[in-house]
């Protein structure tokens, strides 16, 4: 079995390889960007598994390297990625990777007269932001990538492109925020750090539970055959001992250096809305199936406090000093939201807090600001809201009945489907049960556009020229959109009116209509 892979130097990448290559029947077929780390871990790698590898340079934006990766492979995993902050600062990589990349690979696959299979995984930060009112979710549930997110942006439009094209087998797993040994490290550096609100609920995975996945999936397909789990969308999450939120997450991490989230930081520092992450409810359908979740998110950071002891170092240190030395010195960062307020960045201040007088009222004082896992927040029982039965009480309608199985979709749910997003379903015929076809769909803005029934039922998407790269209007959508509305109003006004874009020098820009 050939397995051609994107992405492998990445974090989950780096795990996928090692976990599939315990398989005896496996061999791998690597592109790598030709740079200094990768040409290390090419050393290393064929070092280590010597001509079971395949290692060449090139880059996803030419086709021709696309054409030699997948060219004899009997599968391909895309996991190549440009995410925040280089997504943030050199869109054109981004959009190399995330939109391009997945083009080309598409288009290769596609002209070859045996196709490997594809496994595209794409990411959580698709669904956009959520908070307590609806801190579950689901497969299906709105893709409404957040305000100036390039990196969410461009995924959304490379899973789109697996799911329209002609590739004959193929499966999007759609990745949660990810546990791995250096993440703190690589959290102290940039002011991304500050877009996690303290109250967003977090579902995590760790980099070795997916690379046992994708491993496990091979597995299966290869002795069984999974026929029925190919052409579908899941969510990757690491289940109930994984769920958290944005404050507990902070909270653990910095426990290993003798504080916590109120000891190192402020309630003004963090952005209060416009990220992503939550806790999915069907993260249990790949479990169910390929058991590879492990551990739990206790376990993780006291694993890496066991392999990490020099962090115990700092814990006679003042927490002011750590706050001013490592967190404060953050603030000045061009990707801080603090930095945002203080000079003024009229768009990332309304797209991250509301404005800045909501960002002022949130003030420095602790005891003024609401916890949501402290219980803080009135009437939202934090542990009540964590239980999986409370799922199903803040879940979001899809505009049919989605309990239905995929062969028995009907025109009736296409039509009641389109209806729900403020537009309709304007295919001329429907045979019950032919979710993969193409068919005419017409949007709340007039807009025509095709799709399958699968990419908008099942998996989500809908106008491609209302939700689309370098422009962001959900504030007029959901006013038309309510599918849209019922999570887009859980951390926006109704009379909120603006229109976010990035120009064409990339700096950010908004307009408030009346």
């Given at each position: 079995m050939i397995v051609a892979m994107t992405g492998a130097s990445g974090n989950m990448g780096q795990a996928v390889v090692k976990e599939v290559m315990t398989l005896p029947f496996v061999r791998l077929k690597l592109l790598f960007l030709d740079e200094k780390r990768e040409r290390r871990l090419k050393k290393r790698w064929e070092k280590q598994y010597g001509d079971r590898i395949e290692i060449f340079f090139g880059n996803l934006k030419n086709a021709e390297d696309c054409q030699r990766l997948v060219s004899g492979a009997d599968y391909v995993v895309n996991m190549a990625a440009v995410i925040p902050p280089l997504a943030d600062k050199r869109p054109d990589l981004a959009r190399d990777a995330n939109v391009t990349g997945v083009r080309n690979l598409v288009s290769q696959?596609?002209?070859?007269?045996?196709?490997?299979?594809?496994?595209?995984?794409?990411?959580?930060?698709i669904y956009g932001n959520r908070n307590h009112l609806h801190p579950w979710g689901r497969v299906g549930d709105p893709l409404l990538p957040s305000v100036y997110d390039e990196y969410g942006m461009g995924k959304l439009i490379g899973e789109r492109i697996v799911l329209e094209s002609k590739v004959k087998t193929w499966a999007v797993l759609r990745q949660t925020g990810m546990l791995y040994e250096k993440l703190l490290m690589s959290n102290i550096s940039d002011g991304l750090m500050f877009h996690t609100p303290f109250n967003v609920p977090i579902e995590w995975a760790t980099d070795r539970d997916s690379g046992v996945l994708i491993k496990?999936?091979?597995?299966?397909?290869?002795?069984?055959?999974?026929?029925?789990?190919?052409?579908?969308?899941?969510?990757?999450?690491?289940?109930?001992?994984?769920?958290?939120?944005?404050?507990e997450t902070f909270d653990m991490g910095f426990a290993m250096i003798g504080g916590g989230t109120e000891q190192?930081?402020?309630?003004?520092?963090?952005?209060?809305?416009?990220?992503?992450?939550?806790?999915?409810?069907?993260?249990?359908?790949?479990?169910?199936?390929?058991?590879?979740?492990?551990?739990?998110?206790?376990?993780?950071?006291?694993?890496?406090?066991?392999?990490?002891?020099?962090?115990?170092?700092?814990?006679?240190?003042?927490?002011?000093?750590?706050?001013?030395?490592?967190?404060?010195?953050?603030?000045?960062d061009a990707n801080a939201p603090y930095r945002w307020v203080k000079e003024g960045n009229e768009g990332r201040v309304k797209a991250f807090f509301g404005g800045k007088e909501k960002w002022a009222a949130i003030g420095e004082n602790?005891?003024?600001?609401?916890?949501?896992?402290?219980?803080?927040?009135?009437?939202?029982?934090?542990?009540?809201?964590?239980?999986?039965?409370?799922?199903?009480?803040?879940?979001?309608?899809?505009?049919y009945d989605d309990t239905k199985p995929q062969e028995e979709i009907d025109a009736e749910d296409l039509r009641s489907a389109a209806r729900f997003r403020g537009g309709e379903c304007r295919a001329d015929s429907f045979e019950k049960g032919d979710v993969y076809a193409p068919i005419d769909w017409k949007c709340a803005e007039g807009h025509l556009f095709k799709a399958s029934p699968f990419t908008v039922l099942r998996a989500g998407h809908w106008c491609p020229h209302c939700v689309r790269e370098g422009h962001w209007s959900y504030d007029l959508l959901a006013k038309k959109n309510p599918f849209?509305?019922?999570?887009?109003?859980?951390?926006?006004?109704?009379?909120?009116?603006?229109?976010?874009?990035?120009?064409?020098?990339?700096?950010?820009?908004?307009?408030v209509t009346p």
């Open positions: 696959i596609e002209a070859l007269s045996v196709q490997p299979k594809l496994i595209h995984i794409s990411t959580v930060a496990n999936i091979l597995t299966d397909d290869h002795e069984r055959g999974s026929g029925d789990f190919w052409k579908n969308v899941y969510n990757i999450g690491g289940g109930a001992a994984y769920r958290t939120t944005g404050y190192f930081m402020r309630p003004n520092w963090h952005a209060t809305r416009n990220f992503h992450c939550m806790w999915f409810s069907d993260s249990d359908v790949l479990e169910r199936r390929f058991r590879f979740q492990s551990g739990s998110v206790k376990g993780f950071w006291a694993d890496i406090k066991k392999k990490n002891r020099y962090f115990a170092l700092a814990k006679p240190v003042p927490s002011s000093w750590i706050s001013a030395l490592v967190f404060k010195r953050l603030l000045k602790w005891e003024k600001f609401s916890v949501w896992c402290k219980n803080e927040i009135e009437g939202h029982d934090y542990e009540q809201e964590l239980a999986p039965s409370y799922a199903e009480k803040c879940r979001l309608s899809h505009g849209y509305a019922q999570v887009w109003y859980d951390s926006h006004d109704q009379d909120e009116n603006a229109v976010y874009w990035y120009d064409e020098d990339h700096k950010t820009r908004v307009e």
